[in-house]
């Protein structure tokens, strides 16, 4: 009976720990880059799954799987594939929404009178001084920086 107790705890831990070096799909989500957006993981994801239902295809026509077991797989692949079908159409609809919002910001930003500009035109001879100056490029005359309202 403790033969057996250690027996089930070792064997657990053996897949706990073995588990995600059996699993390279596991791993190779766990080294995506952070940068990927959903869109690009839902279409990856969707990948896989168009690859595993060729796979099942392939395997129930070589003979290897039970009928029952081909439909079972092919029926829980397929409703995963329209999950992220519709996930991926949600995303859509929400990053067009995004880009509205962005555009909308956008021109909102753009009709907005610029906040203080600094001014180095000339009080003396109202030469408009391009650069920062301590003196006027036209007269020689001391400038003192103002804000005007462009
Ligand atoms: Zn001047």
């Known amino acids: 009976m403790l033969l057996g107790i250690a027996l089930l705890i070792s064997v657990g831990l053996l897949i706990f720990v073995a588990a995600p070096l059996l699993a390279p799909e596991t791993q190779a989500a766990a080294a995506l880059p952070v940068d990927v957006t959903p869109q690009v993981d839902l279409k990856r994801?969707?990948?896989v799954l168009y690859e595993n239902l060729q796979d099942l295809e392939f395997e129930y026509k070589a003979g290897k799987l039970a009928p029952d077991d081909y439909q079972a797989l092919r029926v829980d692949y397929t409703a995963e594939a329209a999950q992220l079908m519709a996930a991926s159409q949600d995303l859509e609809v929400q990053s067009?929404?995004?880009a509205q919002i962005e555009r909308a910001v956008a021109a909102r930003r753009?009709?907005?009178t610029p906040e203080s500009v600094p001014d180095y035109t000339c009080p003396?001879?109202?030469f408009e001084n391009p650069l920062p100056v301590k003196f006027c490029g036209e007269c020689g005359g001391k400038i003192s920086p103002r804000s005007k309202k462009a």
Request: charged share 60%; net charge positive.
């Open 45 to 47: 994801r969707r990948l």
């Open 124 to 126: 003396k001879c109202g």
């Open 110 to 112: 753009a009709r907005r």
């Open 96 to 98: 067009t929404e995004d």
